[in-house]
């Protein structure tokens, strides 16, 4: 099997196997590399790809994420892999991420009709994207397989404790630390968040919101309507900043000095950050949109509010920190760990997706 990546997949053990092949087309992806310098990258790989595609045994492509010009990747690309015989899947991580964003347009939406009808096969992660393609897309229902998105095993846990995660953020003991973890987006709804801590502190000022990722491209407005927020609600005192990529290693640090995840969505169809915290162990209480009602199991891994409901949303923080959940934040977090590790275990999903290429 022949992966192919960028720099910062290099040297993973999974390609100590002798039946898994490393192949560095994308190289450095330096984000603040000059434009020049960024331009010649992207032709690089553009030029890799096209030569490995004519010249590969290999019969089935299996796309994860498209490349820079996406119009591109969905439409051009996709007929250049299937004049060369290729068997194509292609995995919907979103199935119109620009009608999220609120972003979409006539050619947005084509492209992807092409796409979706190109391809040999689509994954997605929940029923809600598969009833999406039928619905919008058309797309034949034995095209599409639901497979559930899985726990990341990489990402580095040591034996940091819950005191020295708090320490280290300077929180004490006695704080309540809620954490926003993510790209920070329009969608994400942290206003509603920010809304529920101004309320929250009026009756307890131990709340401390933890808000832990960088501003995606084409939302520094967004953003900048967030700190005004912040400041009209006086807010600064009771919130962590880190806005900024959080590289690995310093994850654990965010999700064991945390008390409870938020996940105030008001679009969605499955969350990468929802999975990362069961992966600590971590309640999360999230906004009924996508597919939280069916991962989040209530009670026991979290709590479910109204989605774009700031009310709602302090009550059910409110509530948690009453509860046995948080009491025995402990055991929960085991309990946790545990539930995700069976539910959303990686060997499943490579049990379907191999059966897949066989049928391919």
């Known amino acids: 099997m022949d992966f192919i990546g960028n720099d910062g997949m290099v040297g993973e053990k999974i390609f100590e196997q002798n039946n898994a092949i490393y192949l560095n087309f994308r190289g450095n992806q330096d984000e603040n590399a000059p434009f020049v310098g960024k331009v010649v990258r992207i032709l690089k790989y553009y030029l890799r790809l096209l030569k490995y595609t004519a010249t590969t045994n290999s019969q089935i492509f299996h796309i994860l994420w498209h490349n820079k010009f996406i119009y591109f990747d969905r439409t051009f690309l996709i007929l250049y892999y299937k004049f060369f015989g290729k068997k194509i899947i292609f995995t919907a991580h979103n199935v119109n991420e620009a009608k999220r964003d609120g972003t ?104 401390r919101l933890i808000i832990a990722g960088k501003v995606n491209k084409g939302y520094a407005t967004y953003w900048d309507n967030m700190l005004r927020i912040i400041e009209m609600h006086r807010l600064s005192p009771f919130i962590i900043p880190r806005i900024e990529f959080i590289p690995d290693n310093d994850i654990e640090i965010y999700f064991k000095a945390s008390d409870v995840m938020v996940l105030p969505y008001t679009e969605i169809f499955q969350s990468g950050p929802l999975f990362l915290s069961y992966f600590f162990g971590l309640p999360v209480i999230a906004s009924d949109v996508g597919s939280f009602r069916e991962d989040i199991l209530v009670g026991k891994t979290g709590y479910i509010f109204a989605p774009k409901s700031s009310e709602d949303l302090r009550n059910k923080i409110e509530d948690y920190f009453t509860t046995d959940l948080y009491r025995n934040l402990v055991n929960t977090r085991k309990n946790i760990i545990k539930y995700a590790n069976k539910r959303y275990s990686w060997g499943k999903s490579a049990d379907t997706i191999f059966n897949i290429y066989k049928i391919l």
Do not use: C, W
């Open 104 to 207: 979409d347009s006539l050619a947005n939406r084509l492209s992807l009709y092409i796409l979706y009808k190109l391809v040999d096969h689509i994954i997605v992660h929940t029923d809600k994207m598969k009833t999406q393609l039928l619905e919008d897309f058309k797309v034949f229902e034995k095209k599409i397989t639901v497979i559930s998105f899985g726990i990341n095993p990489f990402v580095p846990k040591s034996s940091l404790s819950y005191v020295e995660a708090k320490k280290k953020l300077s929180l004490s003991p006695k704080n309540k630390a809620i954490l926003f973890f993510g790209r920070i987006a329009s969608y994400k709804g942290i206003e509603y968040l920010l809304q529920a801590l101004a309320q929250l502190i009026e009756i307890d000022d131990a709340y």
